[in-house]
Protein backbone atom coordinates (compact mmCIF):
# COMPACT_ATOMS: atom_id res chain seq x y z
CA UNK A 1 0.00 0.00 0.00
CA UNK A 2 2.28 3.01 -1.52
CA UNK A 3 -0.08 5.57 -0.05
CA UNK A 4 0.19 4.62 3.53
CA UNK A 5 4.04 4.11 3.14
CA UNK A 6 4.53 8.02 2.07
CA UNK A 7 2.11 9.06 5.24
CA UNK A 8 3.99 6.86 7.80
CA UNK A 9 6.67 8.50 6.43
CA UNK A 10 5.38 12.42 7.11
CA UNK A 11 3.82 11.16 10.15
CA UNK A 12 7.82 9.71 11.48
CA UNK A 13 9.19 13.06 10.51
CA UNK A 14 6.37 14.85 12.55
CA UNK A 15 6.73 12.87 16.23
CA UNK A 16 9.86 11.52 15.75
CA UNK A 17 11.90 13.20 18.99
CA UNK A 18 8.37 13.59 21.34
CA UNK A 19 9.45 12.05 24.70
CA UNK A 20 6.22 12.25 26.17
CA UNK A 21 4.65 8.69 25.03
CA UNK A 22 3.00 10.26 21.73
CA UNK A 23 6.49 9.48 20.08
CA UNK A 24 6.46 7.09 16.76
CA UNK A 25 6.26 3.75 18.20
CA UNK A 26 2.71 4.92 20.03
CA UNK A 27 1.87 5.25 16.42
CA UNK A 28 3.07 1.61 15.16
CA UNK A 29 1.66 0.13 18.53
CA UNK A 30 -1.85 1.59 17.83
CA UNK A 31 -1.30 1.08 14.12
CA UNK A 32 -1.16 -2.39 14.72
CA UNK A 33 -4.07 -2.56 17.25
CA UNK A 34 -6.10 -0.91 14.95
CA UNK A 35 -5.64 -3.90 12.40
CA UNK A 36 -6.11 -6.17 15.26
CA UNK A 37 -9.66 -5.09 15.75
CA UNK A 38 -10.20 -4.37 12.31
CA UNK A 39 -10.17 -7.89 11.71
CA UNK A 40 -12.47 -8.83 14.21
CA UNK A 41 -14.48 -5.67 13.30
CA UNK A 42 -17.51 -5.17 10.61
CA UNK A 43 -18.89 -2.61 7.70
CA UNK A 44 -15.47 -0.62 8.48
CA UNK A 45 -12.67 0.85 5.83
CA UNK A 46 -9.13 -0.02 6.50
CA UNK A 47 -8.01 2.54 4.59
CA UNK A 48 -9.42 5.02 6.46
CA UNK A 49 -9.01 3.17 10.27
CA UNK A 50 -4.85 3.01 9.37
CA UNK A 51 -5.23 6.83 7.88
CA UNK A 52 -6.38 7.97 10.96
CA UNK A 53 -4.08 5.80 13.45
CA UNK A 54 -1.53 7.55 11.92
CA UNK A 55 -2.11 10.96 11.69
CA UNK A 56 -4.26 11.02 15.08
CA UNK A 57 -1.61 12.36 17.23
CA UNK A 58 0.22 14.91 14.18
CA UNK A 59 -2.57 17.67 15.25
CA UNK A 60 -2.29 17.15 18.99
CA UNK A 61 -2.16 20.68 21.07
CA UNK A 62 -0.23 18.99 23.82
CA UNK A 63 2.14 18.50 20.37
CA UNK A 64 1.85 21.84 18.33
CA UNK A 65 1.34 25.07 18.81
CA UNK A 66 -1.00 25.69 16.04
CA UNK A 67 -3.33 23.00 15.52
CA UNK A 68 -5.60 25.05 13.07
CA UNK A 69 -2.26 25.02 10.86
CA UNK A 70 -1.50 21.79 11.79
CA UNK A 71 -5.08 20.50 10.63
CA UNK A 72 -4.60 22.85 7.53
CA UNK A 73 -1.05 20.71 6.91
CA UNK A 74 -2.38 17.42 6.95
CA UNK A 75 -5.08 18.18 5.01
CA UNK A 76 -2.91 19.27 2.08
CA UNK A 77 -0.54 16.05 2.71
CA UNK A 78 -3.79 14.00 2.38
CA UNK A 79 -4.77 15.61 -1.15
CA UNK A 80 -1.54 15.56 -2.27
CA UNK A 81 -1.60 11.38 -1.42
CA UNK A 82 -4.93 11.37 -3.79
CA UNK A 83 -7.33 10.85 -0.56
CA UNK A 84 -10.93 12.06 -1.70
CA UNK A 85 -12.75 14.73 0.34
CA UNK A 86 -14.94 12.53 1.71
CA UNK A 87 -12.41 10.13 3.12
CA UNK A 88 -10.35 13.63 3.80
CA UNK A 89 -13.31 14.53 5.73
CA UNK A 90 -13.36 11.60 7.60
CA UNK A 91 -10.54 11.73 8.70
CA UNK A 92 -10.34 15.02 10.23
CA UNK A 93 -13.39 14.24 11.59
CA UNK A 94 -12.23 11.30 13.44
CA UNK A 95 -8.36 12.83 14.54
CA UNK A 96 -10.11 16.30 15.99
CA UNK A 97 -12.78 14.32 18.25
CA UNK A 98 -11.27 11.75 18.94
CA UNK A 99 -9.31 12.52 22.29
CA UNK A 100 -10.05 11.69 25.79
CA UNK A 101 -9.91 15.37 26.98
CA UNK A 102 -12.24 16.00 23.65
CA UNK A 103 -14.48 13.66 25.33
CA UNK A 104 -14.97 14.36 28.92
CA UNK A 105 -17.88 16.54 28.64
CA UNK A 106 -19.44 15.73 25.49
CA UNK A 107 -19.36 12.08 23.97
CA UNK A 108 -19.00 12.77 20.29
CA UNK A 109 -20.02 9.88 18.47
CA UNK A 110 -17.47 8.53 16.06
CA UNK A 111 -17.76 6.72 12.73
CA UNK A 112 -16.92 3.27 13.07
CA UNK A 113 -13.66 3.38 11.55
CA UNK A 114 -12.90 6.17 14.37
CA UNK A 115 -14.23 4.04 16.87
CA UNK A 116 -11.68 1.58 15.91
CA UNK A 117 -9.03 4.35 15.97
CA UNK A 118 -9.96 5.52 19.46
CA UNK A 119 -10.50 2.25 20.95
CA UNK A 120 -6.63 1.19 19.77
CA UNK A 121 -5.29 4.58 21.23
CA UNK A 122 -7.16 4.11 24.57
CA UNK A 123 -5.69 0.53 24.12
CA UNK A 124 -2.11 1.68 24.55
CA UNK A 125 -2.59 3.24 27.45
CA UNK A 126 -3.56 0.43 29.24
CA UNK A 127 -2.31 -3.30 30.16
CA UNK A 128 2.03 -3.14 30.59
CA UNK A 129 2.81 -0.97 28.30
CA UNK A 130 0.12 1.52 29.85
CA UNK A 131 2.15 1.20 33.06
CA UNK A 132 5.38 1.83 31.49
CA UNK A 133 3.50 5.49 29.67
CA UNK A 134 2.42 6.62 32.88
CA UNK A 135 5.91 6.27 34.60
CA UNK A 136 7.38 7.49 31.44
CA UNK A 137 5.01 10.24 30.98
CA UNK A 138 5.26 11.36 35.48
CA UNK A 139 8.69 11.18 34.76
CA UNK A 140 8.62 14.00 31.88
CA UNK A 141 6.72 15.76 34.19
CA UNK A 142 8.40 15.37 37.27
CA UNK A 143 5.42 14.07 38.95
CA UNK A 144 5.85 12.00 42.56
CA UNK A 145 5.26 8.52 41.81
CA UNK A 146 2.66 7.98 44.50
CA UNK A 147 1.74 8.87 48.04
CA UNK A 148 -0.14 6.37 50.63
CA UNK A 149 -1.59 9.90 52.14
CA UNK A 150 -3.43 11.09 49.31
CA UNK A 151 -7.06 9.58 48.43
CA UNK A 152 -7.54 8.49 44.89
CA UNK A 153 -9.33 11.14 42.80
CA UNK A 154 -10.84 9.73 40.13
CA UNK A 155 -12.56 13.46 38.91
CA UNK A 156 -10.49 14.77 36.32
CA UNK A 157 -12.28 16.88 34.34
CA UNK A 158 -10.68 19.37 31.29
CA UNK A 159 -9.57 22.26 33.78
CA UNK A 160 -7.86 19.68 36.05
CA UNK A 161 -6.33 17.74 32.94
CA UNK A 162 -3.00 19.62 33.53
CA UNK A 163 -2.97 19.79 37.43
CA UNK A 164 -0.87 16.35 37.96
CA UNK A 165 -1.48 14.53 41.27
CA UNK A 166 0.31 11.23 41.43
CA UNK A 167 1.44 8.24 38.78
CA UNK A 168 -0.70 5.88 41.14
CA UNK A 169 -3.12 7.96 40.78
CA UNK A 170 -3.57 8.50 37.12
CA UNK A 171 -4.78 4.75 37.18
CA UNK A 172 -7.38 6.13 38.99
CA UNK A 173 -8.09 9.66 37.50
CA UNK A 174 -8.56 7.51 33.84
CA UNK A 175 -6.81 4.30 33.14
CA UNK A 176 -9.09 2.51 35.29
CA UNK A 177 -11.84 3.69 33.44
CA UNK A 178 -10.89 3.10 30.16
CA UNK A 179 -12.14 -0.07 29.70
CA UNK A 180 -15.80 0.57 29.92
CA UNK A 181 -15.25 3.10 27.56
CA UNK A 182 -14.74 0.56 24.56
CA UNK A 183 -16.25 1.38 21.48
CA UNK A 184 -16.17 -2.54 20.14
CA UNK A 185 -16.45 -5.92 21.80
CA UNK A 186 -13.16 -6.70 20.18
CA UNK A 187 -11.09 -3.95 22.08
CA UNK A 188 -13.51 -4.72 25.36
CA UNK A 189 -12.07 -7.75 25.86
CA UNK A 190 -8.30 -6.85 25.34
CA UNK A 191 -8.92 -4.15 27.59
CA UNK A 192 -10.62 -6.50 29.93
CA UNK A 193 -7.32 -8.13 29.80
CA UNK A 194 -5.22 -5.28 30.32
CA UNK A 195 -6.92 -3.95 32.86
CA UNK A 196 -6.73 -6.82 34.91
CA UNK A 197 -2.97 -6.53 34.90
CA UNK A 198 -2.68 -3.33 35.35
CA UNK A 199 -5.05 -3.83 38.97
CA UNK A 200 -2.66 -6.73 39.85
CA UNK A 201 -0.21 -4.19 39.65
CA UNK A 202 -1.28 -1.10 41.27
CA UNK A 203 -2.08 -4.10 44.16
CA UNK A 204 1.58 -5.43 44.42
CA UNK A 205 2.90 -1.94 44.01
CA UNK A 206 1.28 -0.61 47.18
CA UNK A 207 1.95 -4.16 49.15
CA UNK A 208 5.61 -3.67 48.70
CA UNK A 209 5.51 -0.22 49.49
CA UNK A 210 3.97 -1.11 52.90
CA UNK A 211 6.74 -3.70 53.17
CA UNK A 212 4.07 -6.09 53.31
CA UNK A 213 6.11 -8.75 50.78
P1 LIG B 1 -4.63 11.40 24.84
O1 LIG B 1 -3.99 10.42 23.90
O2 LIG B 1 -6.08 11.08 25.05
O3 LIG B 1 -4.37 12.83 24.47
P2 LIG B 1 -2.66 11.75 26.94
O4 LIG B 1 -1.86 12.57 26.03
O5 LIG B 1 -3.18 12.36 28.17
O6 LIG B 1 -3.92 11.12 26.23
O7 LIG B 1 -1.81 10.49 27.33
C1 LIG B 1 -0.60 10.05 26.78
C2 LIG B 1 0.01 8.98 27.68
O8 LIG B 1 0.51 9.59 28.88
C3 LIG B 1 -1.00 7.94 28.15
O9 LIG B 1 -0.42 6.67 28.23
C4 LIG B 1 -1.44 8.47 29.49
O10 LIG B 1 -1.90 7.46 30.36
C5 LIG B 1 -0.17 9.10 30.02
N1 LIG B 1 -0.52 10.20 30.92
C6 LIG B 1 -1.29 11.28 30.66
N2 LIG B 1 -1.44 12.08 31.74
C7 LIG B 1 -0.73 11.49 32.74
C8 LIG B 1 -0.47 11.78 34.11
N3 LIG B 1 -0.98 12.87 34.70
N4 LIG B 1 0.31 10.93 34.81
C9 LIG B 1 0.83 9.84 34.23
N5 LIG B 1 0.63 9.48 32.94
C10 LIG B 1 -0.13 10.28 32.21
NI1 LIG C 1 -2.33 8.53 20.78
Same mark, same amino acid.
Request: aromatic share 8%; no cysteine; net charge negative.
Given at each position: ?? *?????? =??VEQQLGDDTTG @?? !?? @? ?12 ? &?? %? ?22 DDTYDKQKEVQ ?6 ? !? ?11 ? *???? !? ?5 ? @? ?18 ? /??? /? ?7 ? /??? /? ?19 ? %? ?5 ? @??? %? ?21 ? =? ?12 ? &????
Amino acid at each position: ME *TIDKLK =QYVEQQLGDDTTG @HD !YT @HIQRVVALAKTISE &QT %ENDDLLIVLTAAYLHDVIDDKLVDDTYDKQKEVQSKLVQLD !YTSAQIDEVMDII *THMS !YSANLKH @HYELTINGQIVQDADRLDAI /GAI /GVARAMYFG /GHF /GDTIYDPEQMPRNDMDKSQYR %EHTTVIN @HFY %EKLFKLPDLMNTPAAKEMADRRS =QYMHDFVREFKDEW &QGIH
